[in-house]
């Protein structure tokens, strides 16, 4: 989906939807310091596209590299996958 769909999406399942981590996502949250305000604080930012989606292959599904801040304003990218259907973002790595 283009930028402007995956962000009204984004917002929709922040509001009404599930936030769920993936288990690399969540073993990194300590080392990383990274919370799940501050996730959803990006989410529900303003964030960018920050690369081309990817095709993950095994999972069927579209990855999107977001950019944007944390709630101290430091800079934080996610990589999600989002189902639409299921009004699900998994956070599948923090950078």
Known sequence: MDEEKLRLVVQRIVYYGEIKESFHSASERDERGVSQDDIVAMLDGKWTLAAEPDWDQAHKNWEY????????????????????EMQRITIITKY
């Open 65 to 84: 590299k977001l950019a944007g801040t944390d709630l101290e304003g430091d800079e934080l990218a996610l990589k999600i996958a989002v189902n639409e």
